[in-house]
């Protein structure tokens, strides 16, 4: 079945450090796509990303689909920015998910 | 935004019991889905509709049942509750137009086996 690797698994920053998050599957897919889960909390999707790179405020997404990865940027990091960060993979109207990364922010 | 509730948001079972999860979507989206997260295994899939009337196994299907009985809601059914199944469950519903795959997803529901 589809693999889907993250790394770190956790991570802990400085408030203003930037951070780098990556997500390594093991086979083709449709789409990929990165959540934020708050402690406790649903998820919430934070891009949507097959291919190429996107930016939205201090987040960028890369993927490179015959690399078989993809990251998430964080820059200039905020203690609201902790969470854990889920990265999915789909194919045929389903996703499948990596562990996640734990993000602690601290001031 | 779509918007996906589930109920109840928390549950205590005893093993044995028979428990009933529920899920509501008013964004009619086609496809549901149920799913389970769990310390050291992330978001794991136990079953998932294209529509109503319909079910699909997902991942670890075993010792859970599915019920679609319209667009709007997606069940899932513990017909023996276990401590094993103890664990936080969403629902998700999607669309997959154009093959976007993208899920919205409930706040998720605590159950408790003892």
């Known amino acids: 079945g589809q693999q889907v690797q993250q790394s770190p698994t956790s991570l802990v920053l400085q408030e203003g450090e930037n951070a780098e998050l990556q997500c390594n599957f093991s086979?083709?897919?449709?789409?990929m796509q990165w959540f934020y889960q708050r402690p406790g909390g649903s998820l919430v999707s934070v891009f949507y990303?097959?291919?190429g790179t996107k930016q939205s405020g201090r987040l960028t997404s890369t993927t490179v689909i015959k690399e078989r990865r993809s990251s998430l940027h964080i820059s200039s990091s905020q203690i609201t920015d902790s969470g854990t960060y889920l990265c999915?993979?789909?194919?045929?109207?389903?996703?499948?998910f990596g562990k996640g990364t734990k993000l602690s922010v601290k001031s | 935004e779509a918007a996906v509730t589930q109920s109840p948001r928390n549950k205590v079972a005893v093993t044995g019991g028979k428990v009933t999860l529920s899920c509501n979507q008013t964004?009619?989206?086609?496809?549901m889905y149920w799913y389970r997260q769990d310390t050291g295994h992330g978001l794991r899939l136990i079953h998932y509709?294209?529509?109503?009337?319909?079910?699909e196994k997902g991942d670890i299907p075993d010792g859970y049942k599915a019920s679609r009985p319209s667009q709007e809601n997606f069940s899932l059914i513990l017909e023996l509750a276990t401590p094993s199944q103890t664990s936080v469950y969403f629902c998700?519903?999607?669309?997959?137009?154009?093959?976007?795959?993208?899920?919205?997803f409930g706040p998720g529901t605590r159950l408790l086996v003892l």
């Open positions: 509709s294209y529509g109503a009337g319909s079910t």
């Open positions: 964004n009619n989206h086609n496809n």
């Open positions: 086979t083709s897919l449709n789409s």
């Open positions: 998700a519903s999607g669309d997959a137009l154009g093959g976007r795959d993208t899920q919205y």
């Open positions: 999915a993979i789909g194919s045929n109207a389903k996703l499948t």
């Open positions: 990303n097959p291919s």
